[in-house]
Every structure is written in structure tokens, then in C-alpha cells.
């Protein structure tokens, strides 16, 4: 059973902190996404990282694979309360389980003003 | 434009009951899955469909649990005699196509008293 590890499980900051989520994994998967989910609605699908070493920016947000791809880092520089929410790593399957989502159980972040 | 819409939004219903959940996917959307988010599980998978067809449902926790789609579109998640243990958020997702995206609605929350 392929799992993914999430930390820290919770994180409440100031406004305009630095903060870093670590997603890991004994297993290679052969992509990984990140989602956010707010209270009362679904996970909504931030960034998907492909290539081992890969690195992706979303504004105030910066993903990385890791090079052997078991492993991914969300950093978001000069948090906002907007971006409190629950973040969620999740493990896309390879070959004939390539529609299968393994998540992992999430970073709640809360962001103060 | 519409997105994944579940009913009911809520749902409380006594042990031993049985239950029916709905899901509407985005039209258009071949693929249809079901999740369970739940307190220190987070979000694990239950089944998907391609079309009317479930060639995967190896997540399901138990033969109380089923799911049927029809027409290509709607789906319904029933549970058959509700245990506490089945107090969770039942999310839907669908995408175009397996492997695309997936969107998610806003889920069920089911409570078994």
C-alpha cells in the first residue's frame, strides 16, 4: 500500500510568515498534486509536478518534486489569512492505476492578520 | 459554468439505517469517483466509474457499501445498515476523461447516531 506522509499536521502562523509543507513517500508515484480545501466544499487542484527536481511557482506559492519523485515541498512565501485552508498532497498512481488518488492527510494552515 | 453538485448537503440518520447518496458530475465528464474524508484517515478512495462501469472498486470498506451510475451521469452511493464508523464526508469527483483532473463537490456529511 502506497502511503504519503504529510507535515506538519497543523500550522497556524502570522500574516507575512514563511512557511513550508513536506509531503513524503516510501513509494514512487508517477505524478503529485497539491489541492486546498476549504470548510464545507471539496479539495480544489493547485499544481500537479511531474519530472523528479521539478519546481513550480504560483504566485506566493513554490513546489518542488524531489529527484527520485517520492517526495514534494510546498513553501509559501509571505502568508496571507486568504490562505488558510487545508492542504493536501496526493499521489497519482502509474500504469493501470493512473486514475487512483492516494492522499495524504493534510496540512491545516490558519493564517492570523 | 455548473460544477460537481452532491445532495443532501447533510445527512444524521440512526444505526442500522440505510442511506443513499447523490452525485451530479460536470457535464460531460466520462469519469466519476467516490472519496471518504474522515478524521484521521483523511481522504481514501472508494470506487470510480468510466461511464456506467466500475473497474475499480477495491476501495469500498465493506459489502454495506455500494455504488451505481447511470445514463453516464448521476451517481448514487447507498449504505446499507449504517454503523458509527461510517460518520465521515463522502466527496464525489468527476473529469473528462480518467487521469484528467478531477473536480470534486462540496460532499455529504454523513453522521450515524
Known amino acids: ?113 | 459554468g455548473a460544477g460537481v453538485s452532491q445532495s443532501p448537503s447533510n445527512k444524521v440518520t440512526e444505526k442500522g439505517k440505510d442511506v443513499e447518496l447523490r452525485c451530479d458530475p460536470i457535464s460531460g465528464h466520462t469519469a466519476l469517483y467516490w472519496y471518504r474524508q474522515s478524521l484521521g484517515q483523511g481522504l481514501e478512495f472508494l470506487i470510480y466509474f468510466q461511464g456506467n462501469s466500475a473497474p475499480d472498486k477495491s476501495g469500498l470498506p465493506s459489502d454495506r457499501f455500494s455504488a451505481e451510475r447511470t445514463g453516464g451521469s448521476v451517481s448514487t452511493l447507498t449504505i446499507q445498515r449504517t454503523q458509527q464508523e461510517d460518520s465521515a464526508v463522502y466527496l464525489c469527483a468527476s473529469s473528462l476523461r480518467v487521469t484528467y483532473e478531477q473536480y470534486f463537490g462540496p460532499g455529504t456529511r454523513l453522521t450515524v447516531t
Do not use: M
Request: aromatic residues 8%.
Open chain 1, 1 to 113: 500500500t502506497q502511503l504519503l506522509e504529510q507535515s506538519p499536521q497543523f500550522l497556524s502562523i502570522q500574516e507575512g510568515e514563511n512557511l513550508t509543507v513536506y509531503c513524503n513517500s516510501s513509494s514512487v508515484f508517477s505524478s503529485l498534486q497539491w489541492y486546498r480545501q476549504e470548510p464545507g466544499e471539496g479539495p480544489v487542484l493547485l499544481v500537479t509536478v511531474v519530472t523528479g527536481g521539478e519546481v513550480k511557482k504560483l504566485k506566493r506559492l513554490t513546489f518542488q518534486f524531489g529527484d527520485a519523485r517520492k517526495d514534494s515541498s510546498l513553501h509559501i512565501t509571505a502568508a496571507q489569512p486568504g490562505d488558510t485552508g487545508l492542504y493536501l498532497c496526493a499521489g497519482v498512481g502509474s500504469g493501470g492505476s493512473n486514475y487512483k488518488l492516494t492522499f495524504g492527510k493534510g496540512t491545516l494552515l490558519t493564517v492570523n492578520p
